[in-house]
T-cell receptor
């Protein structure tokens, strides 16, 4: 398995500001992902965080709104830019291990006022 | 693309009852994986099981068991002798290059 930590665990932000969420895993992994879970909803994949290259975004998500960094094989950040109340969600990072098992971080609960 | 249906939005049972959570998926892929995750009120996603599409053997892990029927594209999850700590939202998720999460089933286990 993998141990994943996220910072911050929760935050309350004002609209128009940006928040950067960190994801740290205890081992080197090739595949890291960022998901969004809006209140009462299922999980939606935002992007795949690629080490050494630009992230791969899913339909409906753009780099200007959700810039992602992946400086090495154990760390990634997701920034939620120019936030609005609609961005209030849980943001989760996940990693895929060699046997296709996927583990999720504890999530970051974001509230935008 | 894949699609998954968890028709049961919410289920309530009394402790010690058995409960089955349904999952039906659609896929054109011949090779894929199926996952179940538990999301307790605290919010973290807990990995429960990963199943390869070629492996149709049912699996039992303690009070948990899974019934995979490829012919009907179903991957149902049964909790035997449910406990209050089982209260959570459970997600079924086919995986082929990426996850396709179902809408989840909220399980309430009452004492």
């Amino acid at each position: 398995s993998a141990v994943i930590s996220q910072k911050p665990s929760r935050d309350i932000c004002q609209r128009g500001t940006s928040l950067t969420i960190q994801c740290q895993v205890d081992s080197q992994v090739t595949m890291m992902f960022w998901y969004r879970q809006q209140p009462g909803q299922s999980l939606t994949l935002i992007a795949t965080a690629n080490q050494g290259s630009e992230a791969t975004y899913e339909s409906g998500f753009v780099i200007d709104k959700f810039p992602i960094s992946r400086p090495n094989l154990t760390f990634s950040t997701l920034t939620v830019s120019n936030m609005s109340p609609e961005d209030s969600s849980i943001y989760l990072c996940s990693v895929e291990l060699a046997n296709y098992e996927q583990y999720f971080g504890p999530g970051t609960r974001l509230t935008v006022t | 693309a894949q699609k998954v249906t968890q028709a049961q939005t919410e289920i309530s049972v009394v402790e010690k009852e058995d409960v089955t959570l349904d999952c039906v998926y659609e896929t054109r892929d011949t090779t894929y994986y199926l996952f179940w995750y538990k999301q307790p009120p605290s919010g973290e996603l807990v990995f429960l099981i990963r199943r390869n599409s070629f492996d149709e053997q049912n699996e039992i892990s303690g009070r948990y068991s899974w019934n995979f029927q490829k012919s009907t594209s179903s991957f149902n999850f049964t909790i035997t002798a449910s406990q209050v700590v089982d209260s959570a939202v459970y997600f079924c998720a086919p995986f082929r290059r990426k996850f396709y999460f179902g809408s989840g089933t909220k399980l309430n286990v009452k004492p």
